[in-house]
C-alpha cells in the first residue's frame, strides 16, 4: 500500500509506524474502525471471522451492515472526496467485499498474499495477539480463501509478495502504471526486503487446503496482466 501511495493514492488517516512494521501498515484507521465495529454487531472478530453455525466446509460469510455502518462508509467516502485517487488497507475489507461495492460502485481491488507460513509465524509471535501457529494458519485459509472466490466473481491483479525482491518491484510498477499511477523513483520505493520479517520457502510442508489455495493463488498472481 506504501507503494500505491508513492504513486499518488491518497490514504486518508493512516498508520505510518507500528510495533511489527517500522514503516507503517497505512492501513486507513477509519475503514478499521468501521470493519471493527461491523464485526461487533455480528458477535465476531478479526480472529474469529466466521459465524459459528457456518464452520462447515462449505462456510458462508455474510456479515450483517446495520444502518449507522452503511452511513460511516459514506461519510469515509466523502472526507476524502477531494482526492483525485482515494485508496484504503484492511485485511478486514475481504470480509465486507459486497457492502463495498454496493457503496463505492467504481471501487478496484488489488490483492497481495503470501506464505501460510510467514503468515502464521508473524501473527502468532505479536504478545498482543493470543494466536497458535496452527490458528494462523486456519486464520491464512479463511481470508485467503475469501480472496480467490472474489477474484472469480470479478477479476483483478494479485501480487506474491513471495517473489523476489526485483519481480515484486516491476509488478508494482505495472500495477501503478494500470491504475493510472505516478512513476515512483527507484531511490524512491517503499518497499524494501527488511520488511519481510518473517520467510518460508514457496512449497515449505503445505498440503490439503492449504497447498490447494496457495497454489491457486500463485497461479493466478503469474497469469495477472499487471
Request: with cysteine; aromatic share 10%; glycine share 6%.
Amino acid at each position: 500500500m506504501g507503494t500505491l501511495q508513492k504513486g499518488g493514492v491518497e490514504l486518508g488517516r493512516h498508520r505510518t509506524c507500528s510495533p511489527y512494521n517500522w514503516r507503517g501498515n497505512r492501513e486507513d484507521l477509519d475503514v478499521v474502525m468501521l470493519h471493527e465495529d461491523v464485526l461487533k454487531a455480528n458477535a465476531l472478530t478479526w480472529d474469529n471471522p466466521i459465524p459459528t453455525k457456518n464452520q462447515g466446509p462449505e462456510r458462508v460469510l455474510e456479515l450483517a451492515w446495520a444502518d449507522s455502518h452503511y452511513e460511516g462508509a459514506r461519510n469515509i467516502l466523502c472526507s476524502n472526496h477531494r482526492a483525485a485517487i482515494w485508496g484504503f488497507k484492511d485485511p478486514r475489507t475481504l470480509l465486507m467485499v459486497r457492502q463495498w461495492r454496493e457503496i463505492f460502485r467504481s471501487i478496484e481491488f488489488v490483492g497481495i498474499f503470501r506464505h501460510p507460513f510467514s503468515v502464521a509465524k508473524s501473527l502468532c509471535e505479536r504478545p498482543s495477539f493470543p494466536i497458535t501457529f496452527e490458528q494462523g494458519l486456519e486464520l491464512w485459509l479463511t481470508y485467503n480463501r475469501i480472496l480467490l472466490e472474489e477474484h472469480r466473481r470479478n477479476p483483478f491483479p494479485i501480487v506474491s509478495f513471495d517473489w523476489n525482491d526485483g519481480k515484486l518491484v516491476h509488478a508494482f510498477d505495472d500495477l501503478s502504471q494500470q491504475l493510472g499511477l505516478n512513476p515512483v523513483d527507484r531511490a524512491e520505493l517503499f518497499f524494501e526486503p527488511s520488511l519481510r520479517r518473517f520467510n518460508a520457502e514457496r512449497d515449505q510442508s503445505l498440503s490439503g487446503h492449504l497447498a490447494a489455495t496457495y497454489s491457486e493463488l500463485a497461479l493466478i498472481s503469474e497469469d495477472c496482466k499487471l
